[in-house]
Each structure stands twice: as C-alpha cells, then as structure tokens.
C-alpha cells in the first residue's frame, strides 16, 4: 500500500532564510508527487509534481522540490522564504501506471514564517 | 465555472439527520475523490470514481456514508444518522486521471464544512 510522511508537524524559518518541509514516501510502483498548500478559510491548491524526467522540479511561488529515489523522498524548498508563506503543506503520491488513480496525502506541515 | 464545486459551503445538521454534499467535478475530468479532513488535520481518502464506476471505496468510515456518479459526472456524497465525529470538512477533487498521462494532478473544491450538533 502507498503511503507519505510528513515528520514534522511544524516548520518555523525566519523570513529570508531558506525554508525545508519534508516528505518521504512509499509505493509498490513508480510515483507521482505532488506538493498542495492549504491556507486558511480556502481550498487545497496545488504547489508542484514529479511525475518523471529531472530530479528537482520548479513549482509556483517560487517553490521547488526534489526527487530522491533512493531516499524515497520529495522535500519542499524554497531559497527565501516570505511570510505569505505561512500555510499548511500537504505532500501527496499516487502510482503509475496500473490504472490506481487514488491519491494519498501526509498528514500535513505547518509553516510559519517568522517577520 | 471552470473549477470544481461544492455545496453547500456550509451545514449544520442534528445529530441522527442524513445530509447529502454534492461534487460538480471539472467538466472532463474521468476520476473523482472525496476526502474528509478533520480539525488540523491532513484529507483522509474516503473514496474514488472512475466515471460513474466507484473503484475505491476502503475510505469510508461506516456503513452510514454512501457516495454516488450515476452519470460520470457530479458526484453526492451522503451521511445517514450523522454523528458528532462526523464532523469535518468534505473535500471533492477531480483530475484527468488516466494513468500514464502527465496532468494527473487533483483540483479540489473548497469543501463542505459539516457540523453535526
């Protein structure tokens, strides 16, 4: 069965320095991942994917992750972080090919950006 | 709209009432999701669509939840004689979902925030 871990609860960077959420993932096949940022009184949105191809994908805001095979891991970074940062950050996998579309989302990673 | 939709927004609901949410998916999209997501919490997967066909449905809590494509496209959602835990809010998502292909990405709508009183 797939699974993701988001082993930190919380994230507190200093705005301007480089900001690190973490995910580690595990799959029977190849993965899809993806970032989602959630603010507060709105819905999911969606950050950034790995699909295949290059190890560090770009995203919005800036953001930009990358792909581990041999860790199993896809961690979140940004160079400088803003304090419109501040958000909660939900990593995510589904699996190819094999038809199973389902997506599977950690628990979740509260940032704060501190002024 | 070109998002996805949900309504409503917002409901209360006595405990022991049935409430039913509905899902207007992105016109296109093959696959389909509800998720629930608890207070600070990340979205639970409940179940999955393939068009009108529920290929997934280990997601959901109990026999009281019940969710519903009869035509591949909007999706309901129902709770029968809620419950004070079922309390949360209902995430819909779509997506292309055909494996193999690159825009496998979810878009949610901004859920349904169930309160049963």
């Known amino acids: 069965a797939q699974s993701v871990a988001q082993p930190e609860d919380q994230v507190n960077v200093a705005e301007g320095n480089p900001l690190t959420v973490k995910c580690t993932y595990s799959?029977?096949?190849?993965?899809?991942l993806f970032w989602y940022v959630q603010y507060p009184n709105r819905g999911l949105q969606f950050l950034l994917k790995?699909?295949?191809?290059?190890?560090l994908v770009k995203g919005s805001y800036g953001f930009e992750a990358e792909f581990n095979k041999s860790q199993t891991s896809f961690h979140l970074k940004k160079p400088s972080a803003l304090v419109s940062d501040s958000a909660l950050y939900f990593c995510a996998v589904s699996i190819w090919p094999g038809g199973d579309d389902k997506i599977i989302f950690g628990k979740g990673t509260r940032l704060h950006i501190l002024p | 709209g070109a998002g996805v939709s949900q309504s409503p927004r917002y409901k209360v609901a006595k405990r022991g009432q049935d409430v039913a949410l509905r899902c207007d998916p992105i016109s296109g999209h093959v696959s389909l999701f509800w998720y629930q997501q608890a207070l600070g919490q990340g979205p639970e997967f409940l179940t999955y669509f393939q068009n009108e066909a529920q290929l997934d449905k280990s997601g959901l809590p109990s026999d009281r939840f019940f969710a519903e494509r009869p035509e591949g496209s909007v999706s309901t959602l129902k709770i029968q004689r809620t419950q004070q835990e079922d309390s949360a809010v209902y995430l819909c998502a779509s997506s292309l979902g055909v494996s193999g292909l690159v825009n496998t990405e979810a878009f949610f709508g901004q859920g349904t925030r169930l309160t049963v009183v």
């Open positions: 799959v029977s096949g190849n993965p899809y």
């Open positions: 790995y699909i295949t191809g290059d190890n």
